[in-house]
């Protein structure tokens, strides 16, 4: 009878330690793990790192005040090489070495989705910064963005064009190979359709060209009063220099993949033109002058939308996990859900699709600067 009382005493310990070893090793650590996924190296670094900077400036300004549920917030960053491979392999250790609670990232759309596919079936909180692509947030209700969608811009400059510029006639230049720029193209027409702006031309290119010259030709005699250009600020900066060459009599519109073009255009070929970005140092508005002012002390640098993003993105789950009371992904997902939340990239509310509802920032090239313009409200 005592080697079965024994026995049963021996299970039932067994039974216990295993049951707290089922817990997790968030509720018992001293610390809240967060993950951080990014290209830290590679030819996209310059995004990654950007993004990952904003993320821990967040992170540090929280720690500072005290952190959060009483702990302080462990921020771990893996870098993905911008390879899907690697992210996948890296999200699998945070999650399951780690045995972080959340995860910030990834960076870019192709590697966000697939780590977005395994943590929807894991059901862990995600929010990425920076990536755009539709298709991101479709993956699970866990996942939520913190920039606008690709789409959304192309609405927006639309809504530019018509109610800030009060032109009634716009034409498009697009990359009809890219989905980016089809995508943005498509969108812009459909908005445009709406506001009763009429599109007079849609030329196109394919990606490699370097001489449009045909297509701003024709633009040129359509009695457009505004041109839309939605690609990377590479082909923009072609564009522009041409169309000053064709003597183009109407501004350019862009959108974020803009950003950088005067490291590729001259100032004068871009001269008086505009494009929507997620965010401007030339921002008055205390939220962004804070920040500005608090990073460029951290990091002796300037930071650039990406950065803003991912320091949005990291308050924006730290916000989540006060609000729950808890690190329970359910719960922090609930919260998610519910964000009201002021930051340096505007005001997010997210809607039913997880993805922002929140002004866009537009920016237009003065004097071979980025000038702020003001914002666009949807």
């Not at 929280?62 to 959060?68: F, P």
């Not at 519109?253 to 073009?261: H, K, N, S």
Request: aromatic share 8%; hydrophobic share 45%; net charge negative.
């Amino acid at each position: 009878m005592k080697i079965k009382r024994i026995a049963l005493m021996v299970l039932v310990l067994a039974l216990l330690v295993s049951g707290l070893a089922g817990c997790g090793n968030a509720a018992s650590s001293k610390t809240i793990k967060i993950g951080g996924l990014a290209p830290l190296t590679g030819d996209i670094a310059v995004y990654g790192v950007a993004a990952s900077n904003g993320a821990k400036h967040a992170i540090d300004e929280v720690n500072k005040a005290g952190g959060v549920l009483g702990k302080q917030i462990e921020f771990i960053v893996y870098d993905e090489k911008g390879d899907v491979n690697e992210a996948v392999n890296a999200y699998n250790k945070l999650v399951d070495s780690d045995k972080v609670v959340a995860i910030l990232g990834d960076v870019t759309s192709k590697p966000t989705i697939s780590v977005a596919q395994l943590a929807a079936k894991a059901g862990i909180p995600m929010v990425t910064p920076t990536a755009t692509a539709l298709d991101v947030t479709k993956q699970g209700s866990n996942v939520f963005r913190a920039c606008y969608i690709d789409p959304f811009q192309g609405e927006i400059m639309a809504q530019f064009a018509a109610e800030t510029l009060k032109a009634k006639k716009v034409a498009i230049i697009y990359n009809s190979g890219d989905d980016y720029s089809s995508g943005l193209k498509a969108s812009f027409e459909a908005k445009a359709a709406s506001l009763g702006l009429e599109v007079v031309g849609a030329e196109s290119y394919s990606k490699g060209d370097t001489d449009f010259k045909a297509q701003l030709t024709k633009i040129a005699a359509s009695g457009a009063e505004a041109l839309f250009v939605p690609d990377y600020y590479n082909t923009v900066a072609l564009i522009a220099n041409q169309a000053k060459a064709t003597g183009l009599p109407m501004p350019l519109l862009g959108v974020d993949g803009w950003d950088g073009v005067l490291t590729a255009a001259k100032p004068e070929d871009v001269e008086g033109y505009y494009f929507a970005n997620h965010y401007s140092d030339k921002d008055t508005d205390p939220v962004v002058q804070n920040f500005l002012k608090n990073y460029e002390a951290a990091y002796k640098d300037t930071p650039n939308a990406l950065a803003a993003l991912g320091y949005d993105a990291a308050n924006i789950l730290i916000a989540a996990i006060k609000a729950a009371g808890t690190t329970d992904s359910a719960k922090v997902v609930t919260a998610l859900a519910a964000t009201d939340y002021t930051g340096v990239t505007g005001n997010v509310k997210f809607g039913d699709d997880r993805n922002p509802k929140k002004s866009v920032t537009i920016i237009q090239i003065v004097g071979g600067e980025y000038q702020f313009a003001g914002k666009v409200n949807p």
